[in-house]
Nanobody, 124 residues
Framework: QVQLRESGGGLVQAGGSLTLSCAASTRIHYNYAMGWFRQAPGKERAFVAR????????FYSTLVKGRFTISRDNDKNMVYLQMNDLKPEDTAVYYCAAAQDPGIYWNEDNYNYWGQGTQVTVSS
């Protein structure tokens, strides 16, 4: 079982940047693809980004592509989400997730483990 803990959320002005971190309790390299999802108030949880478990291939939601970057530090069992040019519509709780098997990367059912989430609020 993998425990995930997100950090780095906060309040930022539109156009600003934040970096979210996700600490995994076990080795993730070659074992888990890692993803970020977000849930805005009154909305369903939605895919943001994913990084593969071995090749570091990345996938992004069209809403964040070009502004967000997902990366991983395999030695530290960490995953990051660098968020630039933030917009008020990026306001949400952001969740880190781990997937054991390749699958539909944007489908949350593909992910086996989830963190508790970290709040990101972007003011206009």
């Amino acid at each position: 079982q993998v425990q995930l803990r997100e950090s780095g959320g906060g309040l930022v002005q539109a156009g600003g940047s934040l970096t979210l971190s996700c600490a995994a309790s076990t080795r993730i390299h070659y074992n888990y693809a890692m993803g970020w999802f977000r849930q805005a108030p009154g909305k369903e949880r939605a895919f943001v980004a994913r990084i593969s478990r071995s090749t570091s291939d990345t996938f992004y939601s069209t809403l964040v592509k070009g502004r967000f970057t997902i990366s991983r530090d395999n030695d530290k069992n960490m995953v990051y989400l660098q968020m630039n040019d933030l917009k008020p519509e990026d306001t949400a709780v952001y969740y880190c997730a781990a997937a054991q098997d390749p699958g539909i990367y944007w489908n949350e059912d593909n992910y086996n483990y989830w963190g508790q989430g970290t709040q990101v609020t972007v003011s206009s």
